[in-house]
């Protein structure tokens, strides 16, 4: 069954520090893209960053990088000098193709961890 | 401006009493889906819609009822709502529901049924 794991419910970091946010998956469907989410106290979700399951490259986005580890099946967000307004809840998502349709998809998230920069 | 929008935003009801949560983008997109978020158990996917007419169950159906009679809307509905449906909800659109897309989402519903 498919299924996102983050295993880090809540974390404290200084400011300025690189913070890794951890994500792993399971899918048996070879064609999926794996997203990171950014959900502030306000309660609005902020796309932040894609990576595509063919991508031989991380991707990249600013501050915020992704580790992808195909066979490992983990999309870790690395967030590099963190900032105060980084405080927020990060979600993990992967998006597949549902068997059977060709455009068809399903998304999954995982439960969150919230980040916490302190100052 | 490209968005995807929700009514209400906040909603206190009774048990049983129906509600509907509207759901409306204005991208033209195919894709439309719905979302419960509770503690400890991040987003759930209630109902998704490929297009116009075309819906399927997600994650976490029971419950709810949804519809697709315009591209742009894509309501929420709670025939009887129960205590467990307390929730924050929302609606989220994309170009065609395609593996590589991010969605769009709206600013969330908060519902408290007593």
């Known amino acids: 069954a498919q299924k996102i794991t983050q295993t880090q419910p809540g974390m404290f970091v200084q400011e300025k520090e690189a913070v890794t946010l951890d994500c792993t998956y399971d899918t048996s469907d070879p064609s999926y893209g794996l997203f990171w989410y950014k959900q502030p106290s306000s309660g609005e979700m902020i796309f932040l960053i894609y990576?595509?399951?063919?991508?031989?490259q991380n991707a990249t986005e600013g501050r915020y990088s992704l580790n992808f580890q195909k066979a490992r099946k983990s999309a870790n967000l690395v967030i590099s000098a963190s900032q105060l307004g980084d405080s927020a809840m990060y979600f993990c998502a992967m998006r597949e193709f549902r068997r059977g349709y060709s455009s068809a998809s399903k998304i999954i998230f995982g439960s969150g961890t919230r980040l916490s920069i302190r100052p | 401006e490209a968005q995807v929008t929700q009514n209400p935003r906040y909603l206190i009801t009774v048990t049983g009493k129906k509600l509907t949560v509207t759901c409306s983008q204005n991208m033209n997109h195919e894709y439309m889906s719905w979302y419960r978020q509770d503690p400890g158990l991040g987003l759930r996917q209630i109902y998704y819609s490929m297009n116009v007419e075309v819906t399927d169950k997600g994650d976490v159906p029971e419950g709810y009822k949804v519809s697709r009679k315009e591209k742009r809307n894509f309501p929420l509905i709670l025939e009887s709502p129960s205590p467990n449906q307390t929730s924050l909800y929302f609606c989220a659109s994309s170009p065609q529901g395609l593996a590589q897309e991010t969605q769009y989402f709206g600013p969330g519903t908060r519902l408290l049924v007593l």
């Open positions: 990576q595509g399951s063919y991508d031989q």
